[in-house]
């Protein structure tokens, strides 16, 4: 079946220094990877995303390239501010199943 | 732009209640979905729907109830509240249409406490 293994957290940084967040697979197929985040007291919002080998996805600063070959989705950021703390999902989408698979969700921390 | 629409946004219950978290969307979305939240567990399905007449049970269906009578609506039932569904609820929506890259609309959650 598919799978989504991220980082555990909580990453705690500092005011402008680069973030990122690991995520791996497993799928049948070729799915669509997704990148969510969910700002405290807020439901999940669709940060970026990408379709097929070699995408990158990319919003509000945040990238994430689609590795086939090492079936990775990592998010990153160069420079995170304090309104980026949040929780951040990974998931991936395959064709054949109506059901999306979820990450457990990595916490970010950022201190001004 | 409505989106998904949950309600109510804070419950609380005494176990052995029962309540309905009602969800509406207004995109027409074939695919309506039902996660809780709880910590150090992420997202859990609970029940989802491929369209109007259609449900099926996720990863932790028992002591929910759900129907789909039409597009725009899917509520989800407790019929004898525990505490251990205390819990924030999400429900997700999106078009199933082959051009749908399968992208969630989530609402902004429902969280309830049973006492």
């Known amino acids: 079946g598919n799978s989504v293994t991220q980082m555990e957290g909580p990453v705690t940084l500092s005011e402008e220094a680069f973030l990122t967040i690991n995520c791996t697979y497993t799928?049948?197929?070729?799915?669509?990877l997704f990148w969510y985040v969910q700002y405290p007291g807020e439901g999940l919002q669709l940060l970026l995303k990408?379709?097929?080998?070699?995408d990158k996805g990319s919003n509000k600063g945040f990238e994430a390239t689609y590795r086939k070959e090492t079936t990775s989705f990592h998010l990153e950021k160069g420079s995170v501010q304090v309104s980026d703390s949040a929780v951040y999902f990974c998931a991936l989408k395959s064709g054949g199943s109506y059901i999306p698979t979820f990450g457990r969700g990595t916490s970010l921390i950022v201190h001004p | 732009n409505a989106g998904v629409t949950q309600t109510p946004k804070f419950q609380v219950l005494k176990t052995g209640q029962s309540m309905t978290l009602q969800c509406a969307q207004d995109?027409?979305?074939?695919?309506m979905s039902w996660y809780r939240q709880d910590p150090g567990m992420g997202l859990r399905l609970i029940h989802y729907s491929v369209g109007a007449g259609i449900t099926d049970q996720g990863e932790v269906p028992n002591g929910y109830n759900v129907s789909r009578s039409t597009t725009e609506d899917f509520p989800l039932r407790l019929l004898s509240a525990a505490p251990s569904q205390t819990s924030v609820y999400f429900c997700?929506?999106?078009?199933?249409?082959?051009?749908?890259?399968?992208?969630?609309?989530f609402g902004e959650g429902s969280r309830l406490t049973v006492l």
């Open positions: 997700a929506s999106r078009p199933d249409s082959d051009a749908n890259t399968g992208e969630l609309f």
């Open positions: 995109m027409n979305h074939e695919y």
């Open positions: 799928a049948t197929g070729y799915p669509s």
């Open positions: 990408a379709t097929k080998a070699d």
